[in-house]
């Protein structure tokens, strides 16, 4: 019998919960954070709904802000890894699961690596061309003499590796956001 959208789901979630111990990436350690993992797979949700989905309390109930302040405090450092996001403006900001994290959140049971925000190809990529700046500052500031060969050379290289590195960085962002 074929299962509907809320069973699907609701057994997500529960997977989540048995198996999050295993990621190894996203260093997401405290209960906190894995239930608001598992309260934003599938849907957006404001932090109101968060602890109402997680304590059952309601904005009105007793003990609801230091819930909530938790619950902001646990989102804040989920949001600085990558793994939730949020619109920039308006008054209920619904939160979500970022592309990251649910693509790490599909690996949980497989034997392949979690994904970090910012891979290692990335960071050589942007020290690449921080290092071929160095050569095209030096040569307008007339501190370092060149040949012509040369000096295409570096020119080529750098905006090159300029725009690989865009590349990486809006792609980088596309994930996290």
């Known amino acids: 019998m074929p299962q509907t959208g809320e069973e699907r789901i609701t057994r997500l979630q529960k997977g989540i919960k048995n198996g999050l111990h295993k990621l190894r990436g996203l260093d997401v350690a405290d209960q906190l ?8 797979v599938g849907e957006k949700k404001t932090m109101a709904e968060i602890v109402e989905g997680i304590w059952g309390l309601k904005s009105s109930d007793p003990g609801f802000s230091s819930c909530y302040t938790k619950v902001r405090r646990a989102t804040r450092n989920l949001e600085s890894k990558g793994l939730v996001s949020t619109r920039l403006f308006g008054r209920d900001k619904p939160y979500r699961l970022t592309d ?5 959140l ?20 942007y020290l690449a061309t921080a290092v071929l700046s160095i050569p095209i500052i030096l040569l ?38």
């Open 33 to 40: 954070g894995i239930e608001i993992l598992t309260q934003l």
């Open 100 to 104: 990251l994290a649910m693509i790490n």
């Open 106 to 125: 599909a690996r949980i049971g497989g034997k392949t690596k979690q994904i970090p925000a910012l891979p290692r190809v990335d960071l050589a990529t």
């Open 140 to 177: 307008g500031a007339d501190w370092f003499r060149m040949s012509n060969p040369s000096i295409i050379a570096v020119f080529a290289g750098f905006f090159f590796l300029l725009g690989v590195s865009f590349s990486r960085f809006i792609q980088a962002l596309r994930r996290v956001l």
